[in-house]
């Protein structure tokens, strides 16, 4: 499996780049490393599936450079927007809205309780609604 030896690889160096966090056990750092390098290469799947299914794409015709520029100022302000989010907000919002997953799979994964991560997702989708509604349009800082 490649993408397997892929993700390993990119933990082994994100590890090896970094020091570990205090108060921090090396096994759950290093889970966490490799499992949002794995939610950001899904991510990155999902994001070149979805361009290759377009029929602009399919059919050889040029994008519209007004649509295209308003969508790469609305995918850096959503990733902008996800950045803020706390780290246990982010996680789980990637879980369900990018992965597919749904609560109980993520409860699992996670090892927290269900309502837990109905919580958390309660509140990401409104910190991101509240950023992104905040920022100007054409902007992302």
Do not use: H
């Amino acid at each position: 499996m490649p993408e397997a030896d892929d993700l390993l690889q990119g933990t082994v160096e994100r590890l090896l780049g970094r020091e570990v966090p205090d108060n921090v056990g090396l096994d759950r750092w290093a889970f966490r490393v490799c499992r949002n390098l794995w939610i950001d290469e899904c991510r990155a799947r999902k994001v070149r599936q979805q361009a290759a299914q377009q029929p602009e794409l399919s059919d050889g015709q040029v994008f519209d450079g007004e649509r295209k520029t308003a969508g790469e100022v609305e995918l850096g302000q959503v990733n902008t927007a996800m950045d803020r989010l706390p780290a246990e907000q982010r996680e789980i919002i990637s879980l369900v809205a990018v992965q597919g997953m749904s609560y109980q799979e993520v409860s699992e994964t996670l090892a927290i309780p269900k309502g837990t991560v109905m919580s958390r997702l309660a509140r990401a989708r409104a910190a991101l609604v509240t950023m992104l509604n905040s920022e100007p349009a054409g902007t992302s800082t």
